[in-house]
């Protein structure tokens, strides 16, 4: 059997991590590199001259308004009390880990309570759910309906905890994936289904659905919607022309199930979605995924635990 390049490669070893990010002062470096890559720029007034100064963390000030910053200011890091080497190492499980990192094992691994654990996770999963919210499929297209915490939509089982979301594969014309969103939706009624295939698809794509009536209007959205009756249970999740999006709800659930025994899925289950997602569309380069991870929360806003603390429709 041939061997699997993406499933083999080296990715980021912690020695290379460590010699790359052991320390304080090169996380501040990354993330100096990061913020202003062609040099310090000022956010008030655009100047390129400063005073370096120190306040417990390297200052910038602005030799023209004479304005502070920080490296961190207006980042998801902003006002963090955390080393930046604890950052980076939390960044470090999280990208390099097959299938996520928990809250706890993160604790145990970078050594910090778990309510700090559980904040710094969830920070970089938002950071990676924005990222993924600008992810734009075309050509040909996989979907289907699907539920977190269950597959019956007419069970809601205890506590009614099922959450309705859309997966969507986009494919290359050999019928590999290339790049995949995961959305929660409110239901999988016309409007919600409208509403996210206006910002999920490209208008010349191909999409290929079951016979689900929510997917009818695709129609009216897209360049070829080809609806397929599919049937239930084992025999539709089989059928050839949506392989890979059953293939990767089947690799979300697995993935979910074996790391995270509990979440609140109404509540943070968009995040959870978009870290699954993040992480395979950047599969192709798994040592990368660090530094892209550190440009993403370099450019996101501010994210504080009362923020953090609500449900998606409320952000
Ligand atoms: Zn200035």
């Known amino acids: 059997m041939p061997m699997n390049r993406i499933q083999f490669q080296p990715g980021l070893s912690l020695s290379a991590f460590l010699r790359d990010y052991g320390t304080e002062a090169q996380c501040e470096a990354a993330v100096v590199a990061a ?31 004479g304005y ?5 200011v207006g980042s998801v890091m902003e006002h963090t009390k955390l080393a930046l080497t604890t950052w980076f190492l939390a960044m470090y499980w999280v990208t390099q880990s097959k299938n996520g990192i928990s809250a706890l094992a993160l604790m145990r691994y ?5 309510p700090t654990a559980w904040l710094l996770r969830h920070k970089l999963m938002q950071v990676m759910f924005e990222r993924e919210q600008a992810t734009l499929l075309s050509g040909r297209i996989e979907i289907d309906d699907a539920f977190l915490g269950g597959e019956q939509p ?3 089982g205890r506590g009614g905890n099922k959450v309705p979301f859309l997966a969507a594969v986009e494919t290359d014309l050999r019928g590999r994936p290339q790049i995949v969103r995961f959305d929660r939706v409110d239901n999988h009624g016309i409007a919600a289904i409208q509403a996210w295939a206006t910002a999920a698809i490209a208008p010349e794509s191909l999409v290929l659905s079951d016979g689900w ?3 009818t209007q695709l129609s009216s959205l897209v ?12 025999k ?9 999006v059953n293939t990767l709800l089947s690799n979300l659930k697995t993935a979910l199930a074996g790391t995270f025994h509990a979440f609140a899925f109404r509540k943070y289950g968009h995040r959870y979605l978009a870290e699954f997602a993040y992480r395979f569309n950047r599969r192709s380069n798994l040592k990368a995924m660090l530094p892209r991870l550190l440009h993403a929360a370099v450019a996101s806003s501010p994210q504080p635990l009362r923020k953090i603390r609500l449900p998606e429709t409320a952000c």
């Open 35 to 65: 913020r202003w890559p062609e040099g310090f720029v000022c956010d008030r007034c655009r100047c390129t001259r400063f005073s370096p100064t120190h306040n417990g963390r390297r200052l910038w000030q602005c030799k023209d308004c």
């Open 68 to 72: 502070q910053s920080s490296s961190i």
């Open 110 to 114: 970078v050594g910090v309570s778990y």
């Open 154 to 156: 007419g069970r809601q």
């Open 213 to 215: 009536p929510g997917f």
């Open 223 to 234: 360049q070829c919607h080809e609806p397929h009756i599919t049937g239930h249970g084992p």
């Open 236 to 244: 539709a999740a089989k059928h050839p022309e949506f392989h890979w």
